[in-house]
């Protein structure tokens, strides 16, 4: 069944008083586009997350978070003091109002660059690292996927209402169609009654014929019903068993505006154009949902 690509997944880690949580969005886009956002001491996993992603969508922007802390007891970081120096000495040559009172909070300059420089790891814990990090993107995207597999059977109960609303026009319109050149022709005759009764002309009967001749050509419509159908037919089948087909998906989306146009520019009867207008308001529909398939 189709796949969305809006999802979200979730990980947690703690191990040695240092915390993991890692979270990771998707929602719809045109191909796959990654936004990695990781602490400066864990950029080096950047490469093997990105790559869990990867074997496992196919499309959307996805964002990953990864978010480290450490616990008081085991910090491995030190304070810059020449930094920390630095931003006071900055803070307090600002000027402010006479009636203002500045006050500066070490806590909140800590978060600052440079203040705080943690130890560097070594390859042994950057190796065990890096396992702790592909294991939550692993349990993320399992969650994310999960998600994704959910909105995907929404969709698919969306798109399918809409494909049987589509249907039911294509019905009338197929039933109503052959009526149309004979309406067509018993106007034409009418009229040319009328015509005649009032002067002295008259029409040869090849002449009439000519003139409904034309008019069936000119509206003939069955070949856009039967490639509409088709289209409407492939739609339904990719749907059901596949995922990844969101791209194809819109393209026979736009198959089936392009035929229901041509119905309308065709056929010379407010019952079809009825029927026509409620097809492409279903083909827009499904036009919508089709943009967050994977």
Do not use: W
Request: net charge negative; proline share 2%; charged share 30%.
């Amino acid at each position: 069944m189709i796949v969305s690509m809006t999802g979200y997944g979730a990980a947690e880690h703690v191990e040695d008083g240092v915390s993991y949580a890692l979270e990771i969005r998707s929602v719809n886009h045109r191909y796959l586009k990654t936004a990695l956002k990781l602490p400066d001491a864990m950029q080096f996993a950047e490469s093997a997350i990105d790559k869990v992603i990867r074997e496992r969508i196919a499309r959307g922007s996805v964002t990953c978070t990864l978010r480290t802390r450490r616990e008081a007891d085991s910090a491995d970081c030190s304070v810059n003091v020449q930094v920390l120096q630095g931003y006071v000495d900055q803070l307090s040559q600002v000027r402010l109002p006479g009636n203002v009172q500045a006050t500066i909070d070490l806590a909140a300059l800590a978060e600052l660059p440079g203040v705080c420089e943690q130890e560097e790891a070594d390859d042994d814990l950057r190796r065990h690292q890096l396992e702790i990090v592909e294991d939550l993107t692993g349990r993320a995207v399992d969650g994310l996927v999960a998600m994704r597999h959910e909105e995907g059977k929404v969709l698919y109960d969306a798109l399918m209402e809409c494909c049987n609303d589509i249907r039911e026009q294509l019905d009338i319109v197929t039933q109503r169609a052959p009526a149309v050149v004979g309406e067509y022709r018993d106007r034409l005759q009418t009229r040319v009654n009328t015509l005649m009764e009032s002067s002295s002309i008259e029409l040869a009967a090849e002449g009439l014929m000519r003139e409904v001749a034309l008019f069936a050509e000119r509206s003939d419509i069955s070949e856009e019903i039967t490639r509409l159908c088709s289209h409407l037919g492939q739609f339904v089948e990719l749907c059901e068993p596949g995922e990844r087909v969101g791209r194809t998906l819109d393209f026979i989306a736009q198959e089936l505006l392009r035929e229901a146009n041509t119905i309308a520019s065709k056929s010379n009867d407010a019952t079809i154009a009825r029927s026509v207008v409620e097809i492409k308001g279903q083909v827009d529909r499904i036009k919508e949902q089709v943009q967050n398939v994977e």
